[in-house]
C-alpha cells in the first residue's frame, strides 16, 4: 500500500512524497526544492530513501541534492539526461522498474518537454507521476523534442488504464481548461470538468491528481487523432501528430 502525499512548491509546482506502508520505504518524486519537502518528510517519520526525477528542469530537481545529503537518498533519474542532472545513483530508461518499498515503479520514456524526460507508473497504486509531459487538461511545451515524439509520448501515458491517477508536476488546469473549451466547445464531459475544477479552486483545493479517464475524454492534447477535434481545427484527415503540432503551437500563444 502506497500513501501519496501532494507537495505543493514555489507558484504552482508539485512535489508527491510516496510511503510503502509496508516495509516504511519513502520516495519524493521531483523535489524543486527542499524546504517544505524536508518538513513533509521529518513530519512522516524523518526517513527518504528514494529521490525520483523526471526531467532536468530546475524548478523539478533543485532539491535532490540536499535531500540526498541531510538524508542519504539514492537519486533515480533519466540515465540519458545523466550530464543534466544531480548526482544520479541509478540512470534509467523506458521499461525499466524501480523498486519503492513493495511497490514497482515502471519507467516510461515521455520525450518532448525535454528530450530526457520519463515518467513512473506505479501500476499497484493506479498512479502515474509524469512530470512535465501530461497535464490535467494539458500538455507540457515541447520545449526539447518534436511534435510527433511529444504526441507519442502522450500516447504511451494514454494506454495506461481509466482508473489510473494522473500526478503532474504543476496545477495549471484552470488556465488548460479554458484553452480546452476554446478548441473544443462542445463537448461535454469537458465542461463538466472545468465547472468541477473551478469550484475546487474557488475552494483552494487542488486539482491534482485528475483521472485518467476523464483526460481521455476532455484533454485535447490526448484526442489530436479525434476526427471530430481535427474537422473544429479545420484539419479533417490530417495526421495525428500534425493535429497535435497545431493544437500546441496555438496553446503557446493563448
Ligand atoms: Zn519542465
Redesign the pocket.
Known sequence: MLDIQRIPLFRDNYAYLLTDRADGTVAIVDPGTEGPVIEAIDANGGRLDLVLLT?H?A??IGGAPALKARYGARVVGPQSDRGRLPDLDQGVGDGDSVAIGSATARVIATPG??SGHIAFWVEAANAVFC??TLFSLGC?RVFEGTYPEMWESLLALRALPDDTLVYC?HEYTEANGRFAESVDPGNAALEAEIAEDRALRARGEATVPCHLGVEKRTNPFLRADDPGLAAALGMAGKDAAEVFAVLRQRKDTF
Open positions: 526531467h528542469h524548478d523539478h518537454h525535454t512530470g512535465d507540457g508536476g
